[in-house]
Structures are given as C-alpha cells and as structure tokens.
C-alpha cells in the first residue's frame, strides 16, 4: 500500500504532468523533450536522495541534490492540482481546449503562479513562529518552570549548521529551565551533521536537553543517531526517564517504528510509582492518545505530522490524526502536537507553521484545584 502510495502515483503523476507540459510548450519538438527529460531529472533526484545516493558526492552538491529533488514532490504535487482543475474545467465546457495547447502565456502563469507560491512558501519557512503554552500541575513543584519544547529539526543536508545556529540561539534567549526535543531531530544521512560538526552547536545550549527518538532516527540507523545525541550533549531517552528537582518525570518513548518499544503504561508505572511526578510524555508520532490518557499522563509533546508542511496535504493529516497540529485535552492530559520547527524536504511552509513552544510550569492554586 505505502509502496503503491510513495512510489506508483508519483511516477503516475509526472507522466500526467509530462503530457501537459509537452501540449502546453509552444516550443519544437527538441526543447519539449528537453523540458520534460529536465523535470523528471529533477524529481529522480528524490529517489536519488531516498537510496542515500547523496552520500556519494561532495557536501555542497549533494546539498543541491537533496534540495532539488525534494523541493520537486511539492512543485509536482500543485502541478497536478493545476492541470486537473484545468481538466475539469475543459470537461465541462468552462476551459476553452486552446488554453492548454501550444498556448505561452498559459505557460508562463502557470510559472509565475508557481514562483510565487512557493516563494512565499519559502519565506513563511524561515519564519519561527513562538508558541506561547501555559501547563498547570495539580502536583507539588519546588517554582514555575519555562520549558522550550521542540520537534522536527530534520538537520542534514537541507537544514545545515549555520540554521541550527539561529535556532539554538532562539532557543538560549528564552532563558529556559530545560528543553524538550520530540523527535526527528536528525534527517536520515548522519554524513551531514558530522562533517559540519553540528554537535559542537548543542553544547552551546545554556540549558539541559532531553529527547526521545523519531521514525528518522530509525531511517538513519539507530546507531549513528544515538552516538550523534551522546556527542551534542543530549540526554537521549528511549523507554526510560529522567527526573527534574524530584518533582518532574520526562519520559522518552521508542519510536513507534521500533516493534520493541514499551507501552506507556509500562513506563509510567515504572517511573511514575505514587503518581506524585509532573509526568511528561516525549512520544513522536501523535498515535493512540487515549492510552496516554489512560496512563495518567499530564502532558505529552508529539510532532512527526508537520501539519502536512503544505496545503491540501494538512488536510490529511487532519483527517488520519485525531489531533495533527496544536494543544488538544483529553481527561486530565494534556497534549501538543507540533507542526515542527524544520521539516523535511523542500523548504515551504504553505498553510502551515515553523514553531517552537515556551512553555511555562506552574503548580494550580488552591482555588483552581
């Protein structure tokens, strides 16, 4: 199924947009068959790119690469949307047929639409929204806390040094108690992260961090990630705890990838004994939220979803995900899932956000409670 999904309708839809470009082209027959050979070069460099192929070349052409490749499955994707509507609308008689034949200036909007899309698209990337959250204990705690909280880094090839530098330092000016990583926080290839010495940048952190691994981790080799997070300094947790003041327990779960990972309730009995904790949950993908609940979880901080990263995908997500982007309340726990302050891919945010959380800590009050 996921096979049919990742590898089949793609490879369908760049021969459906492959025929459009050739009718629409007013061009001889030469620079058509150039046109088309050069897009479906651009999108076999994002199987290239899965294969890790990009291993093989230098950092700044494999960078290239994976940026090409992957930045093409979204330009495809509105493409596709582009020439169906125009189908449609020439079904039923509303898209005259010489619009998409031998027709530049159709040719031509459809390009400037689609830089001026994915500009944007691009610009609203870079911006870091700050997500304001506020977390109540009904639990004794010593102070308030303020706690960065984070996922889907995705640093390799697309997300280099130099942007982890703006994040850590976006990061260390909220003066946080510690920080929270939910995952995803490498891309796939480690190759990137240590010929840029990117664990030289957490260290830089004024802050403890902790972390729980993500499907990518996985993808990249359990080995490499886990090295990688001991090099940076990072508290990496997989199916244990840590504890903060005697008074917060953050659990990291295993990726739901994993098929050895332990349930939720298992690790809250486990670190959680009198339930006297602040317990906080670090679970990548926002699955089986009612077993979180059941648990007694407080809080849990998820991302994996990435809100989809563009539209109509965060229509998806919306509807696999009982919550596929921002705070949600079950019973006593209460949960965020976050659209990511990287992402994967080509760098466009459209209908969607770059974030990153502060939270703040704080025991209820008498009257609250």
């Known amino acids: 199924m996921w096979m049919f999904i990742f590898m089949i309708l793609p490879l369908l ?15 001889s027959r030469i620079w058509k068959t150039v046109a088309v050979l050069l897009m479906a070069s651009c999108f076999l460099l994002f199987f290239f790119g899965l ?7 230098s950092l700044p052409v494999a960078q290239v690469m994976y940026e090409v490749g992957t930045s093409s499955i979204f330009i495809m994707l509105y493409l596709v949307i582009i020439f ?35 500009l944007y698209g691009n610009i609203h990337y870079y911006n870091k929204v700050r997500v304001p959250l506020e977390l109540k204990s009904s639990k004794p705690l010593p102070k308030d806390y303020r706690v960065v909280m984070v996922s889907d880094l995705h640093l390799g090839y697309h997300n280099p040094r130099k942007e982890l530098a703006r ?58 990630a886990r090295q990688f997070y001991k090099d940076a300094g990072i508290r990496l947790l997989i199916d244990e705890a840590a504890v903060i003041d005697s008074a917060i327990v953050v659990i990291g779960r ?32 926002p699955y089986e939220l009612e077993k979180a609940e059941a648990a007694g979880v407080d809080f849990q901080l998820s991302g994996h979803t990435h809100r989809g990263q563009v539209w109509p995908i965060s229509w998806i997500t919306d509807a696999i995900y009982e919550c596929s982007w921002g705070s949600h309340q079950r019973g006593n726990t209460q949960f965020y899932i976050s659209s990511g302050l990287g992402l994967w891919g080509g760098k466009f945010r459209i209908g969607t956000q770059s974030e990153y959380l502060v939270a703040t800590l704080s025991q209820k009050s008498q009257l609250q409670k």
């Open 254 to 285: 295993d990726d739901r990838s994993s098929r050895h990972r332990k349930s939720v309730e298992e690790l809250i009995k486990s670190w959680n004994v009198e339930g006297s904790h602040y317990t906080i949950v670090l679970d990548h993908q």
């Open 167 to 224: 994040w850590v330092d976006m990061m260390n000016a909220e003066k946080p108690d510690f920080i929270l990583i939910a995952g995803d926080l490498i891309d796939g290839s480690i190759r990137p992260l240590n010929e840029e010495r990117m664990a030289e940048e957490f260290h830089r952190l004024t802050a403890p961090v902790y972390a729980c691994l993500g499907n990518h981790e996985h993808f990249g080799g359990d080995a490499n």
């Open 51 to 57: 294969r890790r192929q990009t291993d093989n070349y």
């Open 13 to 27: 839809a760049v021969v459906y947009i492959g025929w459009h470009v050739w009718a629409i082209l007013p061009f």
């Open 84 to 118: 169906l509507v125009l189908d449609l609308g020439r079904l039923v008689h509303l898209v005259p047929r010489s619009l998409l034949f031998n027709n530049w200036q159709m040719a031509v909007g459809i390009v400037v639409f689609l830089f001026v899309v994915f």
